[in-house]
């Protein structure tokens, strides 16, 4: 509708702009054909007068041609005709042209057209014809005002006609092709706009309508992908538990062994009879304890294997950090590397537990194999941004937005090119057997999941300092 009305009115103004010159110019030439018209009756008129007159004057003398003169005057009802002498003074007595000039009369107001002819009678003077232009400017204005009336008549017209076409032509199908704009704009790529025109308006409906069938096929491919991505990622992270988990069997088994001992051998004491009375309710404690103990094992490699869907939820860092340790203890005894957790207590943040336990167990079984030879591999929950902080001025608000773990080793560390690429997927320097080159990888994803970031700080034969931030984030709902 807007288009429509803006379409009509530069219409109309064209329209009034080409006519109005138009009228006007049309005017000054009826005024200057008028003018030319009376300019040449004058002539004619006092050239008649001059002659007659001038006889007159030669024949019975001055009094009788200025009585004919005012006779004629008399007559011309139209026309005032006068005769002028000269001043005497600084006149020449030379011959002088006819003047036709335009006067405002004094007392009417009137433009008159003034026509002046020498004409001598007894002395030098001039035949004055003064006619008013009143009529003839009365005729311009009246041509003009038709002009303008016609002008109006004709934009009125035309800007119902621009206006009345432009909502059907343009109006109505700018309307439905912005509807259907928004509606791709909200997600609806389903709907059809139907517009039968075989103008560039269908046109443009035509493509929108295959614009939207091309971007629901295109998002559809985007989810299935998306989805596609989403289970390979996850299964990708579960085999790398699963790889894990078998690293840790053999540990595991050595630390149920010893439990299992212990209630062996109380349970064949009660059975032999060694054990009565207290001694009996004593050994019936120890094996009950170690009951639990083996079941806390078990239930903790259990939750570590088992998938499960991702979800945030606010967790101690500090406590994921030593429950994972108690996994990988084992693991670290067997070659030679002591854990030693460090950092803060109590370190909160939105979090999922499986995949921060699974950060963690790669990490620090990454920092143990880095060390053949045996050595320490430091662990801790901090708040703030801790080893990757950058600017001390800041600290005190980062405390407050964010927290990081921390995995130190006095290891072999990495050269540039393996820093380069050490979350690449499938890029090990591990004897074949020993690792997948998935590890980093999936710690890499974790922390994109969770808006975090990963710091790396190593050198070949100076150990490596990996340092998670993360935002202390809130719980999924």
């Excluded at 790396?456 to 300092?465: D, E, F, H, Q, S």
Aim: hydrophobic residues 40%.
């Amino acid at each position: 509708m807007r288009l429509s009305l803006k379409i009509s009115a530069f219409t109309a103004i064209g329209i009034l702009l080409v006519l109005s010159t138009d009228g006007y110019l049309r005017g000054q030439r009826e005024l200057r054909s008028l003018r030319n018209d009376i300019e040449r009756d004058h002539r004619a008129l006092g050239r008649i007068l001059v002659t007659v007159t001038t006889v007159t004057a030669e024949r019975a003398g001055p009094k009788p041609a200025l009585q004919l003169l005012e006779d004629v005057n008399f007559r011309e009802s139209g026309i005032d005709i006068r005769w002028h002498e000269r001043a005497r003074q600084g006149v020449s007595d030379a011959p002088r042209a006819i003047v036709s000039k335009v006067e405002t009369n004094p007392t009417t107001g009137d433009r008159e057209l003034v026509t002046m002819i020498p004409l001598v009678i007894g002395s030098p003077g001039d035949l004055v014809l003064r006619e008013s232009l009143a009529s003839a400017d009365s005729y311009v204005f009246s041509t003009i005002r038709s002009t303008l009336g016609t002008s109006l008549l004709l934009i009125a017209l035309s800007t119902l006609i621009i206006f009345g076409v432009g909502w059907w032509l343009l109006g109505t199908p700018l309307r439905l092709l912005v509807a259907r704009a928004r509606a791709i704009g909200e997600g609806d790529l389903d709907a059809q706009l139907v517009l039968r025109r075989n103008d560039e308006m269908g046109e443009l409906a035509h493509e929108m309508n295959s614009m939207s069938r091309r971007l629901s096929a295109a998002h559809e491919l985007a989810d299935r992908e998306a989805a596609g991505r989403l289970t390979a990622l996850q299964q990708l992270r579960h085999a790398e538990r699963l790889t894990t988990v078998g690293k840790l069997a053999s540990g595991i088994a050595h630390e149920l062994g010893t439990p299992l001992n212990v209630v062996d051998a109380r349970a064949q004491m009660i059975a032999r009879g060694e054990s009565s009375g207290s001694g009996a309710q004593q050994d019936a404690t120890i094996i009950s304890e170690q009951a639990r103990r083996m079941t806390q094992i078990i239930q903790q490699l259990l939750d570590f294997a088992r998938p499960r869907r991702a979800q945030k939820v606010r967790q101690d860092l500090s406590a994921i950090v030593r429950m994972t340790l108690d996994l990988l203890r084992h693991l670290a005894t067997r070659h030679g590397v002591t854990l030693r957790v460090t950092g803060d207590t109590d370190v909160y943040a939105a979090v999922d537990v499986s995949q921060m336990q699974q950060l963690t167990m790669n990490l620090v079984v990454n920092a143990i194999h880095a060390q053949p030879n045996g050595g320490e591999v430091r662990i801790g929950a901090h708040r703030g941004r801790g080893a990757a902080q950058t600017s001390p001025a800041q600290v005190r608000q980062l405390e407050q937005e964010t927290v990081c773990l921390v995995i130190e080793d006095d290891g072999i560390g990495m050269t540039p090119d393996v820093r380069e690429r050490m979350f690449e997927p499938f890029f090990t320097t591990k004897e074949v057997g020993q690792g997948t080159g998935l590890g980093l990888s999936v710690v890499y994803g974790i922390v994109e999941e969770h808006a975090g970031e990963i710091d790396v700080r190593t050198a070949a034969g100076a150990g490596t300092c990996i340092t998670v931030v993360l935002p202390q984030g809130r719980d999924d709902v």
